[in-house]
């Protein structure tokens, strides 16, 4: 079994990951919502998206804990 990656890196890699997907899809649809060929979208996207996906890691290191410490203060640990 290969060997996994160590448990004080999961915030870390959570925040990559769906960082990566949430700009992905938003950036997608806004664009698509604004332009009128696929040659325009696949113009326009990959520097969309490259501005994005920092913006949106950030936001999710900063603000998933907090959320998860106001969601703490109403939900009942198991």
Do not use: C, Y
């Not at 890196?9 to 664009?31: D, P, Y």
């Amino acid at each position: 079994m290969a060997k996994k990656i160590p448990f004080r890196h999961r915030s870390l890699i959570f925040a990559l990951i769906m960082s990566f997907n949430t700009s992905a899809i938003v950036s997608a649809v806004i664009i698509s919502l604004h332009i009128q060929t696929f040659a325009q979208f696949i113009r326009v996207w990959p520097s969309s998206f490259a501005i994005g996906w920092p913006l949106v890691f950030v936001a999710i290191l900063i603000i998933a804990p907090l959320v998860n410490k106001f969601l703490d203060l109403f939900i009942e640990a198991t």
